[in-house]
T-cell receptor, first 112, second 113 residues
């Protein structure tokens, strides 16, 4: 079945620096991709979802890049601030299934 | 706004005891899910449901049962709790399509002594 590898497991950056989290997956039939943010002690909140074969989506302070050829999904926080400190999870779903396969998560710490 | 609630929020149980975790959603979503979250494993799917009366096994169903008596409610049952089931459990709901996002509840922290 599908396997999702997320790196790095821990990431520490200074305020204003960029932070990049990457997920790779194995199943070429994976179609839909999600990034969730989990603040300490809280639940998961959707950051963004992407569907196209190669897509760059920009949100508030971050960019998501999907490259289906390389089976790689990345989240780039362009100028991190302490409020971005949280755990981030990628998730992958496949056609015909409502299940999500999650990466192991990245704990991001942004220091001022 | 999407609303998924879980009860209890914290639970301490004894080994061998029965534990029921409850989830309620007001989103009118067909699909509901139970995950557990452990350090180093991300979220792992235990059981899920496509609608009232249906339950499906996820990736790690052993030691767990699920019940979906209505569109709104989805329960996770540990008939004989073990310390290895100590974890944080999340319930989620989502539309019945494979591009739908899932909306998560606040989580239940379960400790089995």
């Amino acid at each position: 079945g599908e396997q999702v590898e997320q790196r790095p497991p821990h990431l520490s950056v200074r305020e204003g620096d960029s932070a990049v989290i990457t997920c790779t997956y194995t199943d070429p039939n994976s179609y839909y991709f999600f990034w969730y943010k989990q603040e300490p002690g809280a639940s998961l909140q959707l950051l963004m979802k992407v569907f196209s074969s190669t897509e760059i989506n920009e949100g508030q302070g971050f960019t998501v890049l999907l490259n289906k050829k390389d089976k790689r999904l990345s989240l780039n926080l362009t100028a991190a601030h302490p409020g971005d400190s949280a755990a981030y999870f990628c998730a992958v779903s496949q056609g015909g299934s409502a299940k999500l396969i999650f990466g192991e998560g990245t704990k991001l710490t942004v220091s001022s | 706004e999407a609303a998924v609630t879980q009860s209890p929020r914290n639970k301490v149980a004894v080994t061998g005891g029965k534990v029921t975790l409850s989830c309620n959603q007001t989103n009118n979503h067909n699909n509901m899910y139970w995950y557990r979250q452990d350090t180093g494993h991300g979220l792992r799917l235990i059981h899920y449901s496509y609608g009232a009366g249906s339950t499906e096994k996820g990736d790690i169903p052993d030691g767990y049962k699920a019940s979906r008596p209505s569109q709104e409610n989805f329960s996770l049952i540990l008939e004989l709790a073990t310390p290895s089931q100590t974890s944080v459990y999340f319930c989620a709901s989502g539309d019945a399509c494979f591009y739908a996002e899932q909306f998560f509840g606040p989580g239940t922290r379960l400790t089995v002594l």
